[in-house]
């Protein structure tokens, strides 16, 4: 179940400068770490490669939300969103698995409250 | 192949006063007429139900990046985020269609440029 929406954030973020943006393997695994770095729970990933050299657009469905990456290899860019629900989820520490495992740097962050957390405002 | 990043808009809303949020079959409809109104085009869509009367997270991966939607119809609360590129997607339209969908209000939108977006800003 998901947990109570009351705590839902969702963190938006460009990454700049990465590499490895067309390995499949690779950007299944920084969807993985970052899940376990948020201590969120995976409940299935999904990776669609748009061929050699291409991007990857992928998606972790997660017991507490999704995070999801779509990259431009030519560019060197990600577009990453992480979306978590509950007290114990470390969006933050997702972002940062990320970005260290692509290499990239940390462009137009944006951290919305969701939900709960954005209706009791 | 994802259209170049140049154009990206991510949408991003909480419904509100939704029905039918824990019929996964509805929502994947929701999914796939949001993304038909949106003229985007459909790679895969998955969906997890949390069980019965509980909520349904699911996303529908795209050519032009991704509509992700989470439920709790506990609450009559949807968490959808519509992540679109290229200049002929229309983002606004297809959360106009989930909306009508779960006939729910839209409450806290936030529209946020992406990645070329962004970057040329």
């Known amino acids: 179940?998901?947990?109570?929406?009351?705590?839902?954030?969702?963190?938006?973020?460009?990454?700049?400068?990465c590499h490895g943006l067309g390995d499949v393997s690779l950007i299944e695994a920084a969807l993985r770490e970052a899940a376990a770095a948020a201590h969120v729970h995976v409940l299935s990933v999904h990776l669609h490669p748009f061929g050699p050299e291409q991007g990857v657009t992928?998606?972790?469905?997660?017991?507490?939300?999704?995070?999801?990456?779509?990259?431009?290899p030519e560019e060197g860019l990600a577009a990453i969103d992480i979306?978590?629900?509950?007290?114990?989820?470390?969006?933050?520490?997702a972002l940062d698995v990320i970005?260290?495992?692509?290499?990239?740097?940390?462009?137009?962050?944006?951290?919305?409250?969701?939900?709960?957390?954005a209706l009791a405002r």
Chains 1, 2 share one sequence.
Do not use: N, Q, Y
């Open 99 to 117: 970005a260290a495992r692509l290499g990239g740097t940390i462009r137009h962050r944006h951290a919305i409250p969701r939900l709960g957390a």
């Open 58 to 72: 992928g998606v972790a469905l997660l017991a507490e939300s999704h995070i999801s990456i779509h990259s431009w």
């Open 83 to 93: 979306f978590v629900c509950g007290p114990l989820a470390d969006a933050e520490a």
């Open 1 to 17: 179940m998901i947990p109570a929406p009351a705590t839902g954030l969702h963190l938006i973020a460009d990454l700049a400068g």
